[in-house]
């Protein structure tokens, strides 16, 4: 597998930390220090799937492919205002691709683990062109009461297209049961028969467990991938992680003990976007002109259930 273009879109309203102050207990100097966060973008007048189609189709036109091209399409996403059709036939619709789509929800890893399920569909030579769509809005699941959960997330979607090719080095997935860490329930409908005692509220996250998890299982997924590979952190240009929190960012930083400028990070603009923060940070790295054909890049990233995922992968352009 290669990645041949990216992609990436971000809501209009920026809600900055003082825009925050004036109805919550809460400080731009408390938030920073805690999350490293300034501003984070979110939904207003927007729908999410027309900025993963905005994202998409600036995938498309960096690959230099139009929607007739793709094989299959993949949406990573939590939580949506469909329950059903599948966000990933949506955005088919709104692209005009003639392919199937599939929808899965690895929360927060969702891109590295939509990686895993491209390369194994070019490997059996079922696709030749994929597109991954990560299209998320958490600032719908938080309760915008509660300080410790609204203040860290965002809204977006970052997409890629990939193709066959040797690029990826490696790659882990992992998961491991911890529901009661961060979850999110929402309400169903009613049926007459319901004799069940239901408990629906909104995102609930417990902090210090999210942050050790995170820290202690990304530093072991790159190490294991870089013994694997026989590479060193030396050998590797960008160790692109999940913007979740500057903190957590900065403690996987200093584990590994890479410099500052090889850990590239857009949470303090942005915030926590879930699954579209890592393709929409490396669509900024390659808009940026920050990449180089041979770069070797580190993804990691961590989410709810608990999902981890890393790779290695060789930027192809």
Known sequence: MKIIGTGSAHPKCAVSNEMLEKFLETTDEWITERTGIKERRVISTEKLEDMA??????????????????????????????????????????????????????????????????????????????????????????????????????????????????????????????????????????TPYIDKEENFEPLVMRGREVFKHAVSNSNKDIKILLDETGLTTDDIKYFVLHQANRRIIDAIRNFLGVEEERVPHN????????????????????????????????????????????????WAK
């Open 53 to 190: 189609t905005e994202a998409a189709n600036k995938a498309l036109e960096d690959a230099g492919l139009t929607a007739a091209d793709i094989d299959y399409i993949i949406c990573s996403n939590v939580v949506n205002e469909y329950v059903t059709p599948a966000l990933s036939c949506i955005i088919q619709g709104k692209l005009g691709a003639k392919c199937p789509t599939l929808d899965i929800n690895a929360a927060c890893a969702g891109f590295i683990y939509a990686m895993d399920m491209a390369e194994d569909k070019l490997k059996c030579n079922k696709a030749k062109n994929i597109l991954i769509v990560c299209a998320e809005e958490p600032s719908r699941m938080v309760s915008w009461k509660n300080r410790s959960t609204c203040v860290l997330f965002g809204d977006g979607a970052g997409a890629a297209v990939v193709t066959a090719g040797d690029e990826l080095k490696a790659i882990r997935l992992t998961t491991e049961s911890m529901a009661d860490v961060l979850y999110y329930q929402r309400k169903l409908e009613p």
């Open 267 to 314: 949470v303090e603009r942005y915030g926590n976007i879930s699954s579209a923060a890592l393709p929409a940070l490396l669509d900024e790295l390659n808009r940026g002109g920050k990449l180089q054909k041979g770069d070797k890049l580190v993804f990691s990233a961590f989410g709810a259930g608990f999902t981890t995922g890393a790779c290695i992968i060789e």
